[in-house]
């Protein structure tokens, strides 16, 4: 009997041991990473979780589209309809785009979403002229608020993400945006969607769209449950870019990933690995 208690005390010691002296995480490296630059958060408190070149300007391609939804969210109404205007036209000849033509007539949402989901450049251009009047007005409202919300390696050159000279930003400042953005309700709403419905128009049926992130998908190798949106983006000059959130219990934590290669799925498992060590960090 005493045998056994003694065995039971001693496992206990080496248990608590165990725990108090196993580094969280194991210790995430940078060299482990293939993101040129990453900044992982807490969406609840800001806290910085890990960083690697967080200050490095680099392009973002298509995660240039959150300041674009955020800022129309914030200046107009989701039933506003929209003509949509020649200037959707007025984008580079391999752009992603929605579709959406010169002179359909949609409800402004449909443009968010299809700025989202399909990631639709002419979606961009269409929002941005109905806000602001122009795209070039729309791109000077990007600025401001960048500057607004401290983005100081930040600027913006057009509201899809394009390759354009003047078009740059930095992971710090990405994570700015997003946890900016994190605390409008609408924005989590369409960025958090994995299915929406654009309405007919006279051009067009309706038409289903998916936010099918391989991260968010139940049957993708690449799933990891917590995962939620937000953007992907993707251009030669920008490599693979990721902003990201993933949602475990009452913690919330926020990823940004800049030039993570140029190959399609190489952001996936890094975005799980980060996802996995900022939560074991917070005890999760």
């Known amino acids: 009997m005493k045998m056994k208690r003694k065995f039971r005390s001693v496992f206990l010691l080496m248990l608590v041991f165990s725990l108090l002296f196993t580094p969280c995480a194991g210790a995430l490296t940078d060299e482990e990473l293939l993101s040129q630059a990453v900044m992982l958060v807490d969406a609840k408190t800001g806290e910085i979780l890990y960083s690697k070149n967080p200050d490095e300007q680099l392009s973002m391609a298509s995660t240039t589209k959150i300041m674009t939804l955020i800022l129309s969210i914030e200046m107009s109404s989701p039933d506003e309809i929209v003509t949509i205007p020649q200037c959707v036209e007025e984008i580079g000849f391999n752009s992603t785009r929605v579709p959406v033509y010169y002179g359909e007539v949609m409800p402004l949402q449909d443009l968010w979403y299809g700025l989202i989901f399909r990631s639709g450049n002419d979606a ?43 078009h740059y930003t930095t992971a710090r400042d990405m994570a700015t945006l997003a946890m900016y953005c994190l605390n409008n309700d609408l924005f989590r709403e369409i960025t958090f969607a994995s299915e929406y419905t654009m309405q007919p128009t006279s051009l067009r049926g309706e038409l289903v769209i998916n936010h099918d992130y391989p991260i968010n998908d139940y ?37 940004v990933m800049l030039k993570c290669g140029w190959e399609k799925f190489t952001k996936w498992p890094e975005a799980k690995k980060l996802y996995q060590y900022g939560f074991s960090v917070l005890g999760k």
């Open 219 to 255: 049957d993708s190798m690449y799933y990891y449950e917590p995962s939620r949106g937000i953007k992907t983006g993707y251009t030669q000059a920008a490599g693979q870019c990721f902003v990201g959130a993933a949602i475990k219990g009452d913690s919330e934590i926020l990823v």
């Open 124 to 166: 961009a251009n269409a929002i941005a002229y109905h806000t602001s009047g122009s795209v070039e007005a729309f791109v000077k409202v990007m600025n401001d608020k960048a500057a607004a919300l401290g983005m100081t390696n930040t600027h913006f050159a057009n509201p899809h993400g394009y390759t354009a000279e003047g």
